[in-house]
């Protein structure tokens, strides 16, 4: 049903559209701080209970896949029936579902449950459910801040919409270095501590939503939100981009714990703290980038993006050499990390807000699905091919992050739309 019953809150004070969309940045947050808390140990986690590198990948594929799978319904439904019914339904079941993964792994490292039996729960828990949970509340977000940025007569703020994408983002970037760091020093006293925390952290954010966030009056639900087709020549340029980036960026997510344990030579018991720090490194990176960057810029999304690739490829070139000095392998390891992470925090905003800038109000939820679809949809690909690329060397899967942000440079230059793409479009402000 949709969800407009009053919440706790909402008889004692007048619905703030900012504040509420404050209550979906910490929810936002929240999540992708929990999401983040798994990425240091998911590796060393899965080699101590004996699975195979692969099968990491194909786990974190399958979460991927039904995030590119269900958030466009997802998007649709948030304007259908509501943020807040969406959100608790979707956060609740992402809590369960973690509970009974850390269960799993207790179960893994004693012994009692391994082999194929302990991939297909991974499969399962991790992949299948949990990602099917989550994918609620990016769309959510998104359609929020295209709502915000709309006035009553149906024109855009076209520099609010991209401050705010960026300003949602900057949120997703604090939540990455929060989790990772929290994921890491967790690690220090046992894998499978950061694996209990991860459902405690979701039932705060159902907490929130159920008091904090105002159920919609049926004035501001969409009866029949309109689906955004992937081939729509409005959109397309900026999927095919963001893809790009997205997958470049799914190659180092899931090597980087490899990579610190092979190439700096740790152990299993150090690997989830340095790879925290990576990853800490990473969220630096899209924060610094999206907080200063490009409120400050005035680029339009093709420019962004333009900017944002290069940046990455440069990244992921430092990232190539391979070292027999470790402090050297080191340094170059987290410098290249950095950069990579300023590329991708310049690039999402022009990625994400472009594409909300070519639709119309009634289809924001859908393209906001679509959006966090096509991020999925790399995460099918990227941990697979990463970690196969990178048993035919190291180097392999990072020089084909390199390429594939060079070429999404390129097609910034060459497509008319990217390179003409203006923050004062008319097309999200017409009916079509």
């Known amino acids: 049903m949709p969800d407009t019953a009053p919440s706790p809150v909402r008889d ?82 992402a809590a369960v579902t973690t509970a009974l993964f850390a269960g799993t792994a207790v179960l893994g490292t004693a012994g009692i449950v391994g082999g194929t039996g302990l991939f297909l729960l ?20 998104q359609a929020a801040v295209a709502d ?88 397309l340029p900026f999927l095919v981009c963001g893809f790009g980036m997205y997958l470049a960026l799914g190659f180092i997510q899931i090597i980087v714990g490899f990579l610190v344990q092979d190439r700096i030579g740790v152990g299993e018991d150090r690997a989830g703290l340095l790879t925290g720090l990576a990853l800490l490194t990473a969220g630096a990176g899209v924060v610094t980038a999206q907080v200063l960057i490009v409120p400050r810029s005035g680029w339009s999304p093709g420019m962004l993006l333009r900017v944002g690739a290069t940046t990455a490829a440069a990244g992921f070139v430092v990232l190539i050499p391979e070292t027999s000095s470790v402090p ?11 950069v990579v992470a300023v590329g991708m925090g310049t690039a999402t905003p022009g990625f994400t807000a472009g594409a909300s800038l070519q639709v119309t109000q009634a289809e924001q939820g859908g393209v906001a699905g679509l959006v966090t679809a096509t991020m999925g949809l790399t995460m099918v690909v990227a941990p697979t091919l990463g970690t ?6 190291t180097s392999v899967p990072v020089a084909a992050g390199a390429a594939v942000t060079a070429a999404v440079a390129v097609c910034t230059v060459i497509s008319p739309r990217l390179r003409n793409s203006a923050k004062t479009g008319g097309p999200s402000i017409r009916e079509a």
């Open 148 to 235: 915000a940025t709309t006035s009553a007569d149906g024109s855009v703020d076209s520099d609010a919409r991209v401050t705010g994408m960026a300003r949602l983002g900057a949120v997703q970037g604090v939540g990455q270095i929060a989790g990772s760091a929290l994921g890491g020093l967790l690690a220090v006293f046992g894998l499978v501590v950061p694996l209990v925390t991860v459902p405690v952290l979701l039932v705060l954010a159902v907490l929130l939503v159920r008091t904090r966030l105002h159920g919609q009056p049926p004035t501001e639900l969409v009866r029949h939100p309109r689906p955004v087709r992937p081939g729509d020549r409005r959109v």
């Open 12 to 93: 004692r004070q007048p619905v703030s559209p900012d504040r509420q969309i404050r209550v979906l940045l910490t929810v936002t947050f929240i999540t992708v701080v929990a999401q983040m808390s798994l990425s240091p140990v998911i590796a060393p986690l899965a080699r101590t209970v004996g699975l195979a590198d692969w099968q990491v990948g194909v786990t974190v594929s399958a979460a991927a896949l039904m995030v590119a799978l269900t958030s466009p319904a997802w998007g649709r439904r948030s304007q259908s029936a509501g943020r807040r019914s969406v959100l608790t339904a979707a956060l609740a079941a």
């Open 122 to 141: 991974f499969l399962l828990l991790r992949g299948v459910l949990f990602g099917a949970s989550v994918a609620a509340v990016p769309p959510t977000a």
């Open 388 to 393: 196969v690329l990178y048993g035919v060397g």
């Open 328 to 338: 050297l392998t080191t340094a170059l390891l987290y410098v290249g990390v950095a």
